[in-house]
Protein backbone atom coordinates (compact mmCIF):
# COMPACT_ATOMS: atom_id res chain seq x y z
CA UNK A 1 0.00 0.00 0.00
CA UNK A 2 1.07 3.61 -0.42
CA UNK A 3 0.78 6.13 2.52
CA UNK A 4 -0.58 9.60 0.70
CA UNK A 5 -0.14 12.93 2.88
CA UNK A 6 -2.34 16.06 1.41
CA UNK A 7 -1.95 19.43 2.82
CA UNK A 8 -3.85 21.41 3.39
CA UNK A 9 -6.05 18.80 5.33
CA UNK A 10 -9.05 21.32 5.24
CA UNK A 11 -9.39 25.45 4.81
CA UNK A 12 -11.68 28.31 4.51
CA UNK A 13 -11.35 30.51 1.51
CA UNK A 14 -12.87 33.66 -0.01
CA UNK A 15 -15.00 33.88 -3.45
CA UNK A 16 -12.68 34.54 -6.21
CA UNK A 17 -9.09 33.24 -4.37
CA UNK A 18 -7.20 30.26 -5.41
CA UNK A 19 -6.05 27.26 -3.70
CA UNK A 20 -3.00 24.73 -4.29
CA UNK A 21 -3.53 21.51 -3.04
CA UNK A 22 -0.59 19.18 -2.39
CA UNK A 23 -0.33 15.32 -2.17
CA UNK A 24 3.14 13.57 -1.39
CA UNK A 25 3.06 9.80 -2.00
CA UNK A 26 6.09 7.90 -0.43
CA UNK A 27 6.34 5.84 -3.58
CA UNK A 28 7.07 6.48 -6.96
CA UNK A 29 3.74 5.92 -9.09
CA UNK A 30 2.65 6.32 -12.44
CA UNK A 31 -0.43 7.88 -12.17
CA UNK A 32 -2.30 10.03 -9.51
CA UNK A 33 -5.64 10.75 -9.81
CA UNK A 34 -7.36 13.97 -8.56
CA UNK A 35 -11.14 13.17 -7.21
CA UNK A 36 -13.61 15.47 -6.08
CA UNK A 37 -16.07 15.03 -3.54
CA UNK A 38 -19.14 17.54 -2.74
CA UNK A 39 -21.35 17.65 0.27
CA UNK A 40 -23.43 14.30 0.93
CA UNK A 41 -22.29 12.96 -2.92
CA UNK A 42 -20.22 10.78 -4.33
CA UNK A 43 -16.56 11.01 -5.95
CA UNK A 44 -16.33 12.23 -8.99
CA UNK A 45 -12.98 11.92 -10.96
CA UNK A 46 -11.31 15.11 -11.87
CA UNK A 47 -8.45 14.28 -13.63
CA UNK A 48 -6.04 11.87 -14.19
CA UNK A 49 -1.43 13.20 -13.75
CA UNK A 50 0.90 11.21 -15.43
CA UNK A 51 4.29 12.16 -14.81
CA UNK A 52 6.06 14.58 -17.84
CA UNK A 53 2.86 15.35 -19.39
CA UNK A 54 -0.01 17.11 -19.43
CA UNK A 55 -2.75 15.77 -17.19
CA UNK A 56 -6.47 14.35 -18.33
CA UNK A 57 -9.24 16.04 -17.51
CA UNK A 58 -12.93 14.42 -17.07
CA UNK A 59 -15.99 15.92 -18.69
CA UNK A 60 -17.10 18.79 -16.67
CA UNK A 61 -13.95 19.56 -15.16
CA UNK A 62 -11.50 22.23 -17.41
CA UNK A 63 -7.34 23.00 -16.88
CA UNK A 64 -7.96 26.63 -16.27
CA UNK A 65 -10.62 25.70 -13.01
CA UNK A 66 -8.27 23.06 -12.00
CA UNK A 67 -5.08 23.65 -13.03
CA UNK A 68 -2.28 20.50 -12.23
CA UNK A 69 0.89 20.05 -11.81
CA UNK A 70 2.86 16.62 -11.97
CA UNK A 71 6.55 17.47 -11.31
CA UNK A 72 7.55 14.21 -10.18
CA UNK A 73 7.00 10.80 -9.76
CA UNK A 74 5.83 11.55 -5.71
CA UNK A 75 4.29 14.80 -5.99
CA UNK A 76 1.53 16.47 -7.44
CA UNK A 77 -0.77 19.27 -6.85
CA UNK A 78 -4.08 20.35 -7.44
CA UNK A 79 -5.01 24.19 -7.66
CA UNK A 80 -9.22 25.31 -7.18
CA UNK A 81 -8.90 28.49 -9.55
CA UNK A 82 -11.43 31.64 -8.79
CA UNK A 83 -13.46 29.63 -6.46
CA UNK A 84 -16.87 29.98 -5.66
CA UNK A 85 -18.94 28.07 -3.21
CA UNK A 86 -20.17 25.35 -5.22
CA UNK A 87 -16.28 24.65 -4.89
CA UNK A 88 -16.85 23.74 -1.17
CA UNK A 89 -15.86 20.02 -1.26
CA UNK A 90 -13.32 17.73 -0.29
CA UNK A 91 -10.64 16.74 -2.85
CA UNK A 92 -9.24 13.66 -2.51
CA UNK A 93 -5.77 12.61 -3.89
CA UNK A 94 -5.28 8.63 -5.00
CA UNK A 95 -2.41 6.35 -6.98
CA UNK A 96 -3.05 2.69 -7.78
CA UNK A 97 -0.50 0.37 -8.85
CA UNK A 98 -2.16 -1.68 -11.36
CA UNK A 99 -5.07 -1.93 -13.51
CA UNK A 100 -6.79 -4.70 -11.50
CA UNK A 101 -5.64 -3.23 -8.55
CA UNK A 102 -7.19 -1.07 -5.86
CA UNK A 103 -6.48 2.77 -5.24
CA UNK A 104 -5.32 4.34 -2.07
CA UNK A 105 -6.42 7.29 -0.93
CA UNK A 106 -5.01 10.69 0.92
CA UNK A 107 -7.15 11.92 3.77
CA UNK A 108 -8.54 14.16 1.67
CA UNK A 109 -8.59 18.51 1.75
CA UNK A 110 -11.82 19.93 2.97
CA UNK A 111 -12.52 23.20 1.36
CA UNK A 112 -15.24 25.49 2.29
CA UNK A 113 -15.55 28.94 0.17
CA UNK A 114 -17.67 31.42 1.84
CA UNK B 1 -20.16 2.95 -19.79
CA UNK B 2 -19.48 2.15 -16.56
CA UNK B 3 -21.76 2.45 -13.65
CA UNK B 4 -22.23 1.69 -10.29
CA UNK B 5 -25.43 1.96 -8.23
CA UNK B 6 -26.37 1.52 -4.80
CA UNK B 7 -29.78 1.60 -4.11
CA UNK B 8 -29.85 1.93 -0.28
CA UNK B 9 -28.97 5.73 0.87
CA UNK B 10 -29.20 4.60 4.45
CA UNK B 11 -28.99 1.14 6.58
CA UNK B 12 -29.85 0.67 10.09
CA UNK B 13 -28.69 -2.57 11.56
CA UNK B 14 -28.46 -3.14 15.64
CA UNK B 15 -25.26 -4.56 17.00
CA UNK B 16 -24.69 -7.90 16.90
CA UNK B 17 -26.65 -8.64 13.53
CA UNK B 18 -25.28 -9.57 10.20
CA UNK B 19 -25.82 -6.68 7.81
CA UNK B 20 -25.89 -6.23 4.06
CA UNK B 21 -24.46 -3.15 2.06
CA UNK B 22 -25.94 -3.90 -1.94
CA UNK B 23 -24.06 -2.51 -5.17
CA UNK B 24 -25.08 -3.45 -8.53
CA UNK B 25 -22.77 -2.69 -11.69
CA UNK B 26 -22.61 -2.15 -15.41
CA UNK B 27 -19.65 -2.73 -17.27
CA UNK B 28 -18.80 -3.48 -21.03
CA UNK B 29 -16.01 -5.75 -19.91
CA UNK B 30 -14.62 -7.83 -16.90
CA UNK B 31 -15.67 -6.18 -13.75
CA UNK B 32 -12.92 -5.31 -11.46
CA UNK B 33 -15.14 -4.31 -7.88
CA UNK B 34 -14.01 -2.79 -5.23
CA UNK B 35 -15.27 -1.28 -1.54
CA UNK B 36 -14.32 1.75 0.33
CA UNK B 37 -14.80 2.93 3.68
CA UNK B 38 -14.80 6.48 4.62
CA UNK B 39 -15.09 7.54 8.63
CA UNK B 40 -16.22 10.92 9.65
CA UNK B 41 -13.42 13.49 8.45
CA UNK B 42 -11.24 10.70 7.04
CA UNK B 43 -10.37 9.80 3.33
CA UNK B 44 -11.23 6.09 1.72
CA UNK B 45 -10.07 3.35 2.99
CA UNK B 46 -9.66 0.01 1.03
CA UNK B 47 -12.00 -3.01 2.54
CA UNK B 48 -11.92 -5.79 -0.65
CA UNK B 49 -11.58 -6.05 -4.29
CA UNK B 50 -12.67 -8.56 -6.74
CA UNK B 51 -10.88 -9.30 -9.90
CA UNK B 52 -11.50 -12.50 -10.96
CA UNK B 53 -11.72 -16.31 -8.86
CA UNK B 54 -13.76 -17.22 -5.66
CA UNK B 55 -17.05 -15.01 -5.86
CA UNK B 56 -16.96 -14.51 -2.43
CA UNK B 57 -14.26 -12.40 -1.03
CA UNK B 58 -12.63 -11.56 2.00
CA UNK B 59 -11.90 -8.54 3.08
CA UNK B 60 -10.45 -6.01 6.40
CA UNK B 61 -12.22 -5.46 9.76
CA UNK B 62 -14.37 -8.87 9.00
CA UNK B 63 -16.43 -7.60 6.02
CA UNK B 64 -16.70 -10.10 2.87
CA UNK B 65 -18.54 -9.43 -0.55
CA UNK B 66 -20.44 -11.82 -2.78
CA UNK B 67 -20.08 -11.42 -6.52
CA UNK B 68 -22.47 -12.66 -8.24
CA UNK B 69 -22.44 -12.36 -12.41
CA UNK B 70 -25.59 -13.40 -12.82
CA UNK B 71 -27.37 -10.46 -11.10
CA UNK B 72 -24.44 -7.92 -11.91
CA UNK B 73 -24.32 -8.00 -7.66
CA UNK B 74 -21.62 -7.19 -5.46
CA UNK B 75 -22.73 -6.61 -1.92
CA UNK B 76 -20.59 -5.69 0.87
CA UNK B 77 -21.82 -8.15 4.26
CA UNK B 78 -20.50 -9.12 7.59
CA UNK B 79 -22.03 -12.02 9.89
CA UNK B 80 -21.67 -9.44 12.81
CA UNK B 81 -22.02 -6.13 13.48
CA UNK B 82 -20.33 -3.43 15.48
CA UNK B 83 -21.20 -0.15 16.43
CA UNK B 84 -17.70 0.35 15.08
CA UNK B 85 -18.52 -0.09 11.46
CA UNK B 86 -20.96 2.89 11.61
CA UNK B 87 -19.75 4.85 8.45
CA UNK B 88 -19.93 5.78 4.59
CA UNK B 89 -19.72 2.87 2.42
CA UNK B 90 -18.87 3.42 -1.40
CA UNK B 91 -19.11 0.47 -4.16
CA UNK B 92 -16.67 1.10 -6.98
CA UNK B 93 -16.02 -0.51 -10.24
CA UNK B 94 -13.58 -0.25 -12.90
CA UNK B 95 -13.96 -1.14 -16.56
CA UNK B 96 -11.95 -3.92 -17.75
CA UNK B 97 -12.67 -3.22 -21.18
CA UNK B 98 -11.62 0.26 -21.22
CA UNK B 99 -8.08 0.30 -19.87
CA UNK B 100 -8.65 3.35 -17.89
CA UNK B 101 -6.89 2.61 -14.54
CA UNK B 102 -9.18 4.73 -12.19
CA UNK B 103 -12.32 3.94 -10.63
CA UNK B 104 -15.97 4.95 -10.84
CA UNK B 105 -17.78 5.05 -7.30
CA UNK B 106 -21.45 4.85 -6.54
CA UNK B 107 -23.34 6.88 -4.48
CA UNK B 108 -22.72 5.89 -0.94
CA UNK B 109 -24.33 4.30 1.44
CA UNK B 110 -24.57 5.32 5.22
CA UNK B 111 -24.41 2.34 7.76
CA UNK B 112 -25.35 2.82 11.22
CA UNK B 113 -24.89 0.09 13.35
CA UNK B 114 -27.37 0.65 16.50
CA UNK B 115 -25.88 -0.59 20.19
Known amino acids: SAVISQKPSRDICQRGTSLTIQCQVD?????MFWYRQQPGQSLTLIAT?????????ESGFVIDKFPISRPNLTFSTLTVSNMSPEDSSIYLCSVGGTHTGELFFGEGSRLTVL | AQSVAQPEDQVNVAEGNPLTVKCTYSVSGNPYLFWYVQYPNRGLQFLLK??????LVKGSYGFEAEFNKSQTSFHLKKPSALVSDSALYFC?????????????FGTGTRLTVIP
Open chain 1, 49 to 57: ANQGSEATY
Open chain 2, 92 to 104: AVRDGQTGANNLF
Open chain 1, 27 to 31: SQVTM
Open chain 2, 50 to 55: YNTGDN
